[in-house]
């Protein structure tokens, strides 16, 4: 999965050549022109990153910051400003606001995605590197090979899409339409139910030895990826009630 980049800015020429460059370095791209649109745009797409444009009309980049930094599900989005103003003393406001790194324009693309791609790396270490991991799974991304167990476990793509996204995150539970979104794109119509299918697959394949399911169902809510035998499956639904 490409991380996805919030674009904040209200200057529609910058918009488009930051898209541009973004895109072709292999990233996706939502644009946001004000920062009300923008504090929507970020709870609800949750990007990797934003990019937050310090000038914009009504509610300025800073005040946009402190927001994102409130809510909880925007608080650990990496933002990075970008900004004419090159002072120390606005630097630190920015910083001080919950930004993660600044940029000052005239920027070049290039220096630009170096920044973005080393607050990628810090915020998410498991996706710039080669090999997810959780509990006796391992995922190789370079070779797209799956392990448990030492065992090799074969997917199709949209499973093997699936498990790495679960990978990517853990112990968070997503809905059928955060897994649609996150596996299958934006643009696709798929019914949620389609999600159960390649979960049921999923599933099939990696639980083919003694070990215990690590795909949580969440009652009403969708999937996780959990350990039960590391203790934390409290809240745990048994998986027949559900599907
Ligand atoms: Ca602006």
Redesign the pocket.
């Known amino acids: 999965m490409k991380p996805l980049i919030q674009v904040v ?3 529609t020429a910058l918009v488009t050549l930051l898209r541009y460059n973004l895109e072709r370095e292999g990233f996706r791209v939502v644009a946001a022109y004000d920062g009300e649109e923008a504090l929507v745009m970020a709870s609800e797409e949750r990007p990797d990153v934003v990019l937050l ?1 310090w ?2 009309p009504l509610t300025s980049g800073l005040e946009v910051c402190r927001r994102l930094r409130r809510q909880p599900e925007t608080r650990d989005i990496p933002v990075l400003m970008l900004t004419a103003r090159g002072e120390e003393a606005d630097k630190i406001r920015g910083l001080d606001s919950g930004a993660d790194d600044y940029v000052t324009k005239p920027f070049s693309p290039a220096e630009l995605i170096a920044r973005i791609r080393a607050v990628l790396r810090r915020s998410q270490p498991q996706i710039t590197s080669e090999t997810l991991s959780f509990a006796d799974l391992t995922m190789d991304l370079a070779a797209h090979r799956v392990r448990r167990n030492g065992r090799d476990v074969h997917l199709g793509p949209t499973e093997f899409r699936l498990l790495r996204h679960l990978l990517q995150h853990p112990g968070r539970v997503f809905s059928r339409e955060q897994l649609l979104d996150a596996v299958w794109g934006h643009d696709v119509y798929v019914e949620p139910r389609t999600v159960d299918v390649h979960i049921r697959r999923l599933r099939k394949a990696l639980n083919t030895g003694p070990e215990p399911d690590l795909i949580r169902t969440v009652r009403a809510a969708g999937y996780a990826l959990d350990d039960p035998g590391a203790g934390d499956g409290g809240d745990e639904v048994p998986t027949e009630l559900v599907s």
């Open positions: 800015e209200d200057e444009d000038m914009l």
